[in-house]
């Protein structure tokens, strides 16, 4: 399993972005269960990874589990599925380091994810990373009403 180094981050650790382990999963669900308000279980992602398009990797701290990407890759369309990173690790750009790798592991010419209208940090995060609004599904979330933004970005570089 590959493992890159992506130096260290503002606490002196040292990170790696490593695939996640099926046997390593509990930590991705301790962490989503702190995130979400549905949040997905083992058998979720455990279903999702049966297919060979979705990519599931993990941000490392000193061996811990800070923050994970999940995405599905179709013939170069991106799809973001869950981003997340562990309550008392945030603002340390792990999220951003996780976009970051995401973008640079693959040949990519669109990606699109769709996220809560209220969800700021989010949305803040995909626009830094080029990301924008391009469509909004009103009261798509049954648990609140909110509307989901449909975010997108296409890779001009694809294009050559
Ligand atoms: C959204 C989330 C993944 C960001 O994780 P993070 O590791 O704290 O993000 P980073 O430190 O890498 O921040 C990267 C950028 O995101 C934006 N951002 C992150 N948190 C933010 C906040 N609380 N307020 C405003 N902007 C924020 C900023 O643009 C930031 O860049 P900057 O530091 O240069 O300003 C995290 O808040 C989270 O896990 N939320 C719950 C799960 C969730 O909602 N996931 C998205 C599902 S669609």
Redesign the pocket.
Known sequence: MPTYSVGQDPMQMTCSIVEVKPERLAEVVEIEKL??SAPWNEESYRAAMSGDSYFLFGLYTSGRLA?YILFQDVLGSLE?V????APG?????????LMAFMLGSRDWKDIA????SR????I??Y??FGLLRTGVRHGYYSDDGDDALIMTRHNERSDS
């Open positions: 995130c979400f923050a973001l869950n981003i997340a990173t690790c945030r603002r340390r750009g792990y999220a951003g380091r994810l769709e996220v809560r969800n700021d940090p989010a803040r995060l626009e830094k």
